[in-house]
């Protein structure tokens, strides 16, 4: 194999002009021949037997060349790109340019390059990390869930409100032909849970026990099933029964019945510690989020195309199993979704965008930093995969290199880095708390030069100077 040519294109392009010598090809054929010998029936010979001159005179000298290229130019290709020291991302577009007997295979290879990188401030960045605060409205809401399961159902004598529940019969009509899936008899409905399609829940209130209605309704443009998608409808509907929510008394037998904790106030407090904990894991989220995109402000890199549709690739492969793990064909998910593939990834495109943008800066972290993993590291990070998946250490071995591995725990380190040499700033004010701010500040009239004097006669402490306002940014004081 020789290398004939390398021209760098743009967008991050480079064309490899690769020669496989006669010699080379030559072995490359006869390989394909012991490969294909036993596939064919010569007359005169047993399968397998017949000699290659004897079949390339039957079907011609050309016989085992397409087997002979498959057969080649990969490792040809593989060595080109080790040998140019090139750093190149997903597969490459083949041309074939020449082949023949007396002067081997000459192919044209062009590969997206991996992005050059420059890449700017990544250490002693700024930004905000959101303040972790319980409010009453946090708690109300983490208790809500226990209320509901504890709150009670009785039937009552009125007329449906909003929260109560129902028990109806109901039929769907388009065109006055009842519709598939439009049918049902002693229904239970929640009102105001946004079961149904806007508007049917809404036209059930006021509604009382015994009586009928006619709904006229219009389903969603994008329902998911085609034939009733934007189209009017009507509802045929009978209520049987309005039932109403009782909830508990908020005290410490509810606490008891729906915790492990003794009194109201012990498990109103555990539940604002794990409020608390969830803010603080999204403020973290929130920090690191927002320093890591300073990183990406900071740098420079053409991302190619083909990186950011092997992350689509990745990124759809990931969803697919998790609608899978729920029973549901990909496939089918997207037509009740009424979404094509195309739709999908067009839509993700900009989240793969961001996750290439991320990897590759952290990855030039990596190499600023001259990163290196420790080889007692990789083998606790064999085992902890194996632990995570349960699965044998070797079955991890065999399907993850340790070069994956490393790398995957260098931009670990590089993403560490960071966060902790970052620097946490408060949230700026709003213009209204800083007018109020200036407003509570601002004398009511200005002070004469003369000394005051308090209520009781003695001196006035004198008027505290405002304190200056922390820099915003530490960015170059940090910056190594």
Sequence with gaps: ?????????????????????????????????????????????RRGKAPRKVIEAMYGPQMFYEDAVELCYPQAL????????????????????????????????????????????????????????????DLADALRPYIERASTIKTVERAVKDGDQVLIDYEGFKDGVPFEGGK??????????????????????????????????????????????????????????VREKVEPELDDEFAKDVSEFETLEAFREDLKKKVAERKAESSKKVYEGALMQRVLDHMEAEIPEVMVELQLDKIIDDYARQIAG??????????????????????????????????????????????????????????????????????????????????????RNAAKLIVETGVETAPEETPEEKAEETAEEKPAKKPRKTKKTDAAGEDAPAQPKKAAKKEESVEEARAE
């Design 326 to 411: 729920q029973g549901i064909a990909f496939d089918q998910y997207l037509k009740m979704m009424n979404m094509e593939l195309s739709d999908l990834r067009k839509n993700l495109r900009e989240t793969a965008l961001g996750q290439v943008r991320t990897e590759v800066a952290l990855s030039a972290v990596v190499d600023a930093e001259q990163m290196e993993i420790p080889a007692e590291e990789i083998e606790a990070e064999y085992k902890k995969i194996a632990e995570m998946y349960q699965i044998p250490e070797k079955r991890v071995r065999d399907v993850v290199a340790a070069e994956e591995i490393a790398q995957d725990l260098k931009l």
């Design 78 to 137: 593989q060595d080109a790109v080790k040998s140019e020291n090139l750093r190149t991302v997903g597969h490459p577009s083949v041309e074939m340019e020449n082949l023949t007997k007396e002067d081997g295979l000459t192919f044209k290879a062009t590969y997206a390059l991996y992005p050059e990188v420059k890449l700017g401030q990544y250490k002693g960045l700024s930004a905000v990390r959101p303040p972790v605060e319980v409010t009453d409205a």
């Design 184 to 241: 049902a008899e002693k229904y239970t409905l929640d009102i105001g849970s946004g079961n149904f399609i806007p508007g049917f829940e809404e036209q059930l209130v006021g509604l009382s026990a015994g009586e009928d209605k006619e709904l006229h309704l219009t389903f969603p443009e994008h329902y998911h099933a085609e034939e009733l998608a934007g189209a009017p409808v009507v509802f045929q509907v009978k209520l049987h029964e």
């Design 1 to 45: 194999m020789s290398v004939k040519n390398v021209e760098k294109k743009e967008h991050g392009q480079v064309e490899l002009l690769v020669s496989v010598g006669p010699e080379e090809f030559e072995a490359a054929v006869e390989q394909a021949y012991r490969k294909n010998k036993n596939k064919i029936n010569v007359p005169g010979f």
